[in-house]
């Protein structure tokens, strides 16, 4: 079927591409007609699509990448093998291991249909990590909501946060679980500007030998491709395009077949196949078909190594009868992997996957030329040059950024100091989220030497950063941990931004780990809104900022625009992984107190910058004043912490983050089960609730406190000593554990059940 | 990590058996190649009625064997039903050690060789009282001794994790067990006692938490005991002043020595 496209007009191009769902612009139709007119016929509707999925903004970055190479991906760190340009970041973890970082986010087909939404974007992080010859030994789920306790009447086509976050962790739990890799950090966030557009951001790091990483590009012409893994269907059409629109009230029934269908037990032995596959050095190239199915996969391989693609769609295994040739080819049907294998290899090859009853199929070859053919049923339905295909256009959109005038509310000190610390300790951004983490498998693999829930049996508090000791031989460990406060972004991108890299680097110190990378999940809302954009510009200096102090590179990660609807944008939400070393995992660190007697000290200092925070929410007061940073500050406080925890100084630690110093400490002696007995200086509600970048509360081993106070010179500030079954805080705050405990653990159950 | 200390005099041969959807192999192979054994992953294709009997142990690792999406472990049962039965029960018979954990635990109970040998499931793994999988930290009391847990202590509490969500035992054949010693394992709190929920994580009749046949040699336990196989695996271990206490690793010496002295 051919698309009309040399004889149409502006108003005749706008309707072609959103009759065939290609969600491309009028200018980029313009360009198309321009490209087709030369070769003197008109596109055919595969041809259309195919542009339509390259060009996306989900595929291409286009709006994106020009901003982001000009502001945040220009910091260099020695350990860096492989940055941005493939699927997944590829990092020196030892000096035979490298680490593979991806992450990315699956917001709008998990607000459509949350089960199996959240548990294809599992299924699609593990093959970014698989296709570098990594295996997966984490994964991490950042998930963002409307309040769970919203009575009010949702927009149309709206699903209520309850069902929408119960049907994410479950597609999550089952996924995950089944697949066998451990889901061990993430964090969950409720505002009410996610009630129409959750965002569900899903990360997986992997390991793989240096010799083994493998590249999402073919080896020379004659090369062939061979299509691995699930039968393609018509679930998954058009969620590239999907992704890159606003939703609507008409979403689901428009888009249900956008949403894929996952299957973890094809997708366990299909990577037992690739990995060894790739071991026994049989591959040239692998890429995983996520967005854009076939269509980005066989091209962007291709063009990758400086070749052209023939391929034909014959063969190629389809879930039913009647698939049209453009469905077939930009289906984004789960658990596929695509493999270029040179001639000699492929009888060994098929005998892998046979082995594992994994379908494994050829489907076409490398060619010498920059072209791209493809033919079904006898005939040619898509003939381009790559480098037209491949090269989508760049677009510098217009952006403006917001104009911030300070708003420090009045508020007089709180009567009643002890309510409005269970106040806090019961919010949901910072009570126990133990109804989530006990659902998904953290230790299978048996490599979660410091798992998200840690402390005395029976008593588990939530950890900084979990720590996975990948290689059997050697005590290295990599800490991982994602963090990040939309609603500071919200008020203020920059500080926001920094805000989020500041509390990642943190988080990893804590448990005696060097920040090492970084990955971003950068969720906004639509870009062709400048305001938009600009907010999207200044988090991208923000994460800079602290990046580049820290001398650590984002090395992967994703951009999701179009998270809005008729009822508005979600707060911009930049989601940061953060991976750490640690040298040693026989000296990681908790945060659970550990014995009777230890003295506790806070580093760094609280700051009257309280807007954002939980203590101005819960009083019900509104302040923009947002924590800053000062990243060198940061820099040397973990630089000391490092060296205290490596002489066995500290032996617990916990960054101070929601809720403040007060929370923080209940947070540990929960995990301990003890009391404490702390005091600090007179400005009580900034002292206590004041959520303040860099810093940590440590528990100092007895008789070392001079030792430790040397360290860190005037950033110690001693706050009292473990000791009884009470939390108590100068004279304001006095409270039995089983309070505490009570306000902390159970509201997520009362909600959730 | 560090030296294996259980010294072997001739090799012995573990098949770690597998298909599509188990996935604690990885951690299974590893404990016993620590301990100077030779295991080998086997996918069910590959193990037929004459080599099993290469192997001196028969080990079946945690998942979710093809998906678990009717009862866990009924389709891995099925598919060793077909060709494997008769060879598996020779093999029990002669006394060779056949571990399942977890998932490998319902599927010996979906086979029939646990609790003891029938043409159909005698006991079932039903789903946990809180319907819903969870991962936690469990402690086991020892009961009785079986092929794996010769050098574990009789009425000692041992810190194995958890991770199902089908783990709750239930049998008509449960007083008889608990009668004749088949009962190896029982969920218990820190002080030693039979404690509900969380201690015993999935409501389990009197908080079983594993079981042997009769003879001893075929063994099946909830828990994950390789994932115990070094302190640093514990949730609690940074609480700890010594390395004492990688309780699984326990369960995997036994077994070795068992099958040595076979």
Redesign the interface.
Known sequence: MEAPVLTADSEKLIEISKVTGAGLELREMEKIAEYFSQKKRNPTDVELQALGQAWSEHCSYKTSMPILKEVLLDIEAPQNMVVVEEDAGVVTFDADHAYVIAFESHNHPSAIEPYGGAATGIGGILRDVVCMGAQPVALVDPLFFGPLDYAESLPKGVKHPKFLFSGVVAGI?DYG????IPTVAGQVFFNQGYISNCIVNVGCIGIVRKKDIIHSRVGTPGDYFILVGGRTGRDGIHGVTFASAELHENSEHESRSAVQVG????K??LIHACLEANQRKLLTGMKDLGGGGLSCAVGEMAYAAGYGAEASLDDVPLKEKGMESWEIWISESQERMMLSVAPPNIEEVKQIFQ???VPCTIIGKVIPEKVLRITHQGKIILEMELDFLTKSPQYHRPYTAREITPVIPALTPPEDYNEILLKLLSSPFICSKDWV???????????????P??????H?THGDAAVI?PL??S?KGLAITADVNPRWVKIDPYWGAAAAVDEVCRNLAAVGAVPHSLADCLNFGNPEKPERLGDFVRVAKGLHLVASAMNISFVSGNVSFYNESHSGAIPPTPTILGVGIVED??K???A?L?RSKNSLYQIGEAENEMGGSEYYRIRSVYGNQIPRTDPEKLKNRITTLLTAISRGLV??CHDISHGGLATCICEMALG?NTGVTVSVSDLLDVELFAESNSRWVVEVEKGKETEFEALFEEDAHYLGDISGKRISINDVIDLSLREVRTAWETPLWRLMG | MGNPIVEVDGMINICILRIEGTNCEQETYDAFLELGAQPELVHLKELTPQNLFDYQCLMIPGGFSSGDYVRAGAIFAARIRSNLISALREYVDTGYPVGGICNGFQILVELGLLPRVSEHPEACLATNDSARFECRPTLLKLENHCAFTQKMDIGSVYEIPSAHAEGKFVSPLTEELMGNGQVIFRYCNPEGEYAGYPWNPNGSQYNIAGIANEQGNVFGVMPHPERAFTIYQNQDWTRRTSTDGAHGRLVFESVLEYARRL
Not at chain 1, 177 to 180: K, L, M, S
Not at chain 1, 437 to 451: F, P
Request: no cysteine.
């Open positions: 739990r679980n089944r697949v066998g299957d973890p037990i094809l366990e032995p082995k594992w009853d983490i006990r659902q998904y498998d953290h230790e299978v693999r048996g490599a979660t030497v410091i798992k829930l840690q402390g005395k049996i029976g588990s000791k059997r031989n005590f995992i026989r990681a660190v908790t659970d550990k032996v617990s301990g």
